[in-house]
């Protein structure tokens, strides 16, 4: 036992047994279709912060910030399109790509105090590079950088105020890397990279074991990883199968690749982000004619189709498409659907009302992160144990 029991009376237990369902907090669920900037007839969210109250996209050809019912352009780096792809926890840097002119784009961080700065490339012959996710507080962005001329290149980059862009390498006899999402600390970078036979392997980075290849699911022969949780303990993507369809992924070190399925009838899925917990993760999975599901995964639930667990939410005829983030306790989720109201594919920001990650808990008897009835029959199994002194 985590911690010492003394004999409890029967109104113990049943108060335990009661306070096991209430810990995870439920709320009013809500969603909000964004609408678009003015100039435009379409928006996709692609980040959000940690309690849902800014979310970061595009529309059109320009990134947005969205807060408070107000979607705000951010401006570019002089060309289009630019596209925002995530935010940190505490909506303040936001990070994704800009074009400078007709054919170079460039990774940028962008805050209201700064406004758009320019990232630069890894090397002085690049000629493009994005952003594709930032760390909690904003400090450590990763992406790629890449040269089209030969001999052709792509690099994963990690990049700090006071180290610039870092290039990360590749796998061993490998030519390509890429870096798509970073662990809320900073020290985690997940992302994909060829191999000595070209085939495309999800990596781990980390600055004392450099990149490693996390593998691929049964009979597959390449993978994809887009994100990792706060500590980088679970990365998720997606990974081919022996039948060369995509399934979406959850790995950790104990239990390699799992393969999250697909919903009823589907052939293919994506995991793209995860909480900081690793225990909410969400993304699509769509069928060989239909249009993609927002999708979330949780080991209670499983693989569900949001467009079902939120129907009381869509029953105008709206669809949810895309699950593109979730916030770091795993209540909001934002991406991007069909709005029936006006016609519109627009970024949505769903409020599920469950605060899935609290702080650790002294009813959490056997630390899995969860109350549930595995602790009580842990408490029921060891009741009248007794410390001796």
Known sequence: M????????????????????AWTSIEAQSLRWLGTLSEYTESKGYGVSSNGSVVVGSSGTRAFRWESGYMSNIGSLGGNPTI???????????????YLNCCDRRAFRWTSATSMQNLGTLYSDDWDSAATSVSANGAVIVGWSRRDASPNRIRAFRWTSGTGMIDLGTLPGGNFSEAHGVSGDGFVVVGAATNAQGQWRAFR?????????????????ASIARAASGDGSVIVGKSTIANGQWRAFRWTAQTGMVDLGVLPGGIESEALSVSSGGTVIVGWSRNFIGDPRAVRWTPQRGLEDLNVAF?????????LYYANAVSADGRYIVGWGFRASNGRYEAFLLDTGEAGCAPPHPADVNGDGFIDDADLLEVLFNFGWQRCP
Not at 212 to 218: F, M
Not at 311 to 319: I, M, N, P, R, V
Request: neutral net charge; hydrophobic residues 45%; proline residues 2%.
């Open 2 to 21: 985590a911690y010492a029991l003394k004999r409890l009376g029967v109104k113990s237990v049943v108060a335990l047994s009661i306070g096991l369902g």
């Open 205 to 221: 980075w980390t600055q004392p074991s450099g990149m490693v290849e996390i593998g691929v699911l049964q009979g597959g022969n």
């Open 84 to 98: 925002a792809y995530s935010i940190s926890a505490n909506g303040v840097v936001i990070v994704g790509t800009s």
């Open 311 to 319: 129907a009381s939410l869509l029953q105008d005829g709206s669809e």
